[in-house]
């Protein structure tokens, strides 16, 4: 298959369960693939990395989109991604992008660290509870979606009532998010996206009338103070990709970590007797099966190239990054799942402007989480009826059934 015919399979539901093999033809092609008009994937670790991480290289904005499918904005769903950091170019970008790091800081991450334990000791109790009678328990159900969505959520400050029904909006909304979605897919995705806007709605108007150690309060401040720095619908939709971001990637990490832990029960015992860091574990599972798969990137001059391939003016490449944190050059024998790799440096995260705000957070979560639950649960073992999302960017379980004894 050429580069296009590639691409065309991994967007198929087989291609979306299981990427590798595909990631593997490419690679055959070069670290870098034409794959259609104006368009290329790259593959590449050093290409990734660099593209990331070049200036001259621009997400897919509001611009891009108008230029490309002129309906985008009949979309809520892709509207309202457009006004966020996650697809913005400079200079707004770094206007927007500067402002939340202020709030969300490396400081009041680190602080979280026993709040996170408390926290995923009160959920491996309810676990407890749920399995007494040997029953199966859902993993992603009862622990991965709940911990980071309860971590984030208390960052926010949203309400604790208010949590369950954020799961399925944000997997409806992460539709849009796919290089391509049905009509069905977009149309979950933007009654999403307007359920979301509407409530963050209503919370930063009580933050307004009564604001509170959060950051919502906080980013609502700084949006009152001087709207031209955050104006309302930029707000809102940082806010939505805040609460989405903050907990997508990380239940994925989890569910993905712990079904390559099942995979592998030499390293699920090695990590149970401290012989494998909960950073060693975290890194290997963010490099070996990544909850975020591919990123796009536009030039936005003449002349761009990645790796050898020039990519035209307002052309497109397709970073892989799974593929990327497979590549043979950058890692010995990539397809190991080898925790106690050394200076492993995945790119699961991204890099450059747009590296992720919440990967010290995500790091932190599973560092703490994984470990916990091999502890409390010797016996902890698969059980049937595991099934993964049927999606390419974020790739991750929808279940992922286990007994604990």
């Given at each position: ?13 087989a ?7 595909l990631y ?10 034409p ?6 994937m790259?593959?590449?670790?050093r ?69 996170v ?25 009862a ?30 909304l ?11 897919e ?7 996206a307007?359920e979301?806007t509407?409530y ?70 090695a ?15 963010l ?11 536009v030039?936005?001059t ?10 035209p ?7 892989l ?6 590549d ?9 799942f ?5 200076d ?14 919440g990967?010290?957070?995500a ?11 091999l ?5 902890l073992?698969p ?6 999302r ?16």
């Amino acid at each position: 298959m050429d580069g296009a015919a590639i691409m065309e399979q991994l967007m198929s539901p087989a291609g979306r369960a299981d990427p590798y093999p595909l990631y593997e033809l490419a690679r055959g092609l070069g670290p870098v693939v034409p794959s259609g008009r104006g368009l290329a994937m790259a593959v590449g670790y050093r290409e990734v990395h660099q593209a990331l991480r070049n200036p001259d290289l621009g997400v897919v904005d509001a611009e891009q989109r108008e230029r490309w499918e002129e309906s985008y904005a009949e979309h809520p769903s892709q509207l309202l991604l457009s006004r966020s950091i996650l697809e913005t170019n400079a200079p707004h970008h770094h206007r927007m992008r500067s402002l939340i790091a202020s709030v969300f800081t490396a400081r009041r991450t680190a602080a979280l660290a026993e709040p996170v334990t408390t926290a995923v000791h009160r959920l491996l109790d309810e676990m407890a509870e749920q399995g007494a009678d040997g029953s199966p328990v859902d993993f992603m159900d009862a622990f991965a979606y709940r911990l980071p969505v309860g971590v984030i959520c208390e960052l926010l400050g949203v309400p604790e009532a208010d949590r369950a029904r954020f799961r399925p909006l944000a997997a409806d909304l992460a539709a849009a998010l796919e290089p391509v979605a049905d009509e069905s897919e977009l149309a979950a995705a933007d009654e999403a996206a307007e359920e979301l806007t509407q409530y963050f709605a209503r919370l930063a108007a009580r933050r307004r009338a009564d604001p509170q150690q959060d950051l919502v309060s906080a980013l609502v401040e700084v949006a009152a103070a001087d709207p031209s720095r955050l104006c309302g619908h930029e707000l809102l939709a940082n806010l939505v990709l805040l609460l989405g971001a903050g907990f997508e990637t990380t239940t994925n990490l989890l569910g993905n970590g712990l079904a390559r832990l099942f995979e592998h029960p030499g390293t699920l015992a090695a990590v149970r007797a401290g012989t494998v860091t909960p950073s060693g574990l975290t890194d290997e599972v963010l490099r070996h099966d990544s909850p975020v798969q591919l990123t796009v990137r536009v030039a936005t001059t003449d002349g761009v190239r990645v790796g050898d391939e020039e990519i035209p003016r307002d052309g497109g490449v397709f970073l892989l990054i799974g593929a990327a944190n497979r590549d043979p050059l950058r890692y010995p024998d990539p397809a190991r799942f080898d925790p106690t790799r050394q200076d492993s440096q995945p790119l699961s995260f991204g890099g450059g402007p747009h590296f992720c705000l919440g990967a010290g957070l995500a790091r932190l979560e599973s560092a703490i989480a994984l470990p916990a639950l091999l502890d409390r649960f010797p016996a902890l073992a698969p059980a049937p009826g595991a099934t993964r999302r049927d999606r390419l960017v974020l790739r991750g379980f929808q279940t992922l059934p286990v007994t604990l004894r």
